[in-house]
């Protein structure tokens, strides 16, 4: 399974509908997500961003947010909009008497994705992941590159003009991140992993020094007790991957060794995606390169090939 032509630099803008808006306020706003979110809240300051999770009481991924400040009251949380709406009941349920509130903010604000060399002519330079720039009254955050290429997210007040770029297609935007490596958590994989099982650690998304919050013993106890025993990985197939499917290794056609994190098309053909598998299942893979090892849906279905990841686990490091 190969591919059979290069893919040309993506570079341009494109309107995130996908993505949605959480928006805190409050002089305890910042307390508040703190003792929910597996990143260190409290030491974010107005010129970073955050990859962070939600979780629930064992670990495992109930949300998961590009998160930055717009001031030192005022917090941004983006997410996938097929969850928002019940993330947002659940993180209000713990609110309680402190002073934060929270909401949906999606319509009061515009989201962009910004590729390749549109992110200079925009931010006038580069920085690296994680970094937020304030341009008037827009936040353009630095993500993680995808198939080599730049990526941004721009967020401005929805009365805001559009930053000024060539228009790309939503599908390169997805293929791009796919291509970065790292899943958000939509509807379909809902709760279905702890943060290591998308390789959150090794992204910025867990910081195991600050204090609790909700599942933190179990996700600690993955960390450091080597029970992890799934890793998100990039893969490629012929045939269209769907978020939540179940892949299969050769040596056990009954029970799925992973799931679908997240998948689009690449534009050399085929389509790429993140999957999160057994360890020993990819190994296994590697080992055999070339032969029918990992398949989509069932043990007879479409041949998935390993593709490199773009970054160093944390276990590797």
């Not at 056990?252 to 689009?264: E, K, N, R, S, Y």
Request: glycine share 8%; with cysteine.
């Amino acid at each position: 399974m190969t591919l059979t032509s290069p893919t040309p630099p993506i570079s341009g803008i494109v309107q995130l509908t996908h993505l949605g808006l959480i928006r805190a306020v409050g002089e305890d706003a910042v307390k508040f997500l703190q003792g929910q979110l597996t990143q260190d809240v409290a030491l974010l300051d107005l010129t970073q961003a955050h990859l962070a999770a939600f979780c629930n009481a064992k670990g495992r991924m109930q949300a998961s947010f590009i998160l930055f400040k717009r001031s030192q009251e005022e917090v941004l949380l983006v997410c996938s909009r097929d969850i928002l709406a019940a993330t947002l009941k659940r993180l209000s349920m713990f609110v309680m008497r402190a002073k934060a509130k929270l909401s949906d903010a999606s319509d009061e604000f515009s989201l962009y994705g910004v590729a390749g060399s549109a992110i200079e002519s925009i931010a006038a330079g580069t920085q690296p992941a994680w970094t937020k720039a304030d341009i008037g009254d827009a936040n353009m955050v630095f993500l993680y590159p995808g198939a080599g290429q730049l990526r941004a997210l721009w967020c401005a007040p929805a009365a805001s003009p559009a930053p000024q770029a060539a228009g790309i297609d939503l599908q390169a935007w997805n293929w791009l991140e796919v291509q970065s490596g790292i899943a958000m958590i939509t509807q379909p994989i809902f709760e279905a992993f702890v943060p290591q099982m998308l390789n959150y650690e090794s992204v910025g998304g867990v910081n195991f020094k600050k204090g609790c919050y909700p599942g933190q013993e179990i996700v600690a106890r993955s960390q450091y007790r080597g029970t992890l025993k799934r890793r998100a990985y990039l893969v490629h197939a012929d045939a269209a991957p769907a978020v939540g499917q179940e892949v299969f290794h050769a040596k056990d056609a009954d029970q799925p060794c992973g799931l679908v994190a997240a998948a689009a098309a690449n534009p050399a053909g085929g389509f790429d995606a993140i999957v999160s598998i057994q360890t020993s299942a990819t190994a296994d893979a590697a080992e055999h390169a070339g032969e029918k090892r990992l398949t989509l849906g069932s043990s007879t279905g479409t041949a998935l090939t390993l593709l490199p990841l773009p970054y160093p686990l944390l276990a590797d490091i």
